[in-house]
């Protein structure tokens, strides 16, 4: 059979709580539209300037959700990564992930510091290789999500941290010679 299908939404920095906290509410949620690597609708983390050292940008957010179930019944085993990334080692996605219950972890108009103490866990670096299961449900503990009790992902928030020797240019999808990608595997049946 064939595999199930998602959609990827940018969640507007500005969502509360309230519009995020039931699975129902989550699925319906469209927010600032599908982020897709067609170039209509880019997750765009702004211009960064490094004239004066390195430096970081907006930041910026994201959920997943089924699209397309196409007979199967569950999906599990979450990894969430960047593909391809910047030029130089020390320029990096930092990333959190957030519960969307209804004791979220995601604060509406968030800046870095926002997610630097609990209850979140603080910015990692994002894997830059296929890493094991990392990220779960919406509710920050449900490994599988199932066609019976169908949810999104948790939030992705974002932000590159531009070193600042960073090559100059505009880095998007795997168009350019400055790539920026983000993947998503899961297992299903």
């Not at 609708?41 to 397309?68: C, H, P, Q, T």
């Amino acid at each position: 059979m064939a595999a199930p299908t998602g959609i990827f939404y940018e969640i507007a920095m500005d969502a509360t709580t309230a519009s995020l906290d039931s699975d129902t509410e989550r699925l319906a949620y469209t927010g600032d539209g599908e982020v897709n690597d067609g170039g209509s609708n880019d997750l765009s983390f702004g211009s960064v300037n490094i004239a004066a050292g390195a430096a970081n940008s907006a930041l910026n957010a994201m959920l997943w959700r089924v699209s397309a179930w196409n007979s199967n019944t569950s999906i599990t085993n979450f990894r969430f990564w960047v593909t391809e990334n910047f030029t130089e080692a020390a320029s990096k996605m930092k990333w959190v992930h957030c519960m969307l219950d209804a004791t979220s972890e995601w604060v509406p108009s968030a800046t870095i510091s926002s997610y630097s103490a609990a209850p979140n866990s603080g910015w990692a670096d994002m894997d830059e290789s296929e890493p094991s299961a990392n990220i779960v449900g919406a509710d920050g503990s449900a490994t599988t999500i199932t066609a019976a009790a169908d949810d999104t992902l948790e939030a992705m928030v974002m932000y590159a941290a531009i070193a600042a020797s960073e090559v100059l240019g505009t880095y998007t999808g795997t168009a350019t010679d400055y790539d920026l990608q983000f993947s998503l595997k899961f297992d299903y049946s």
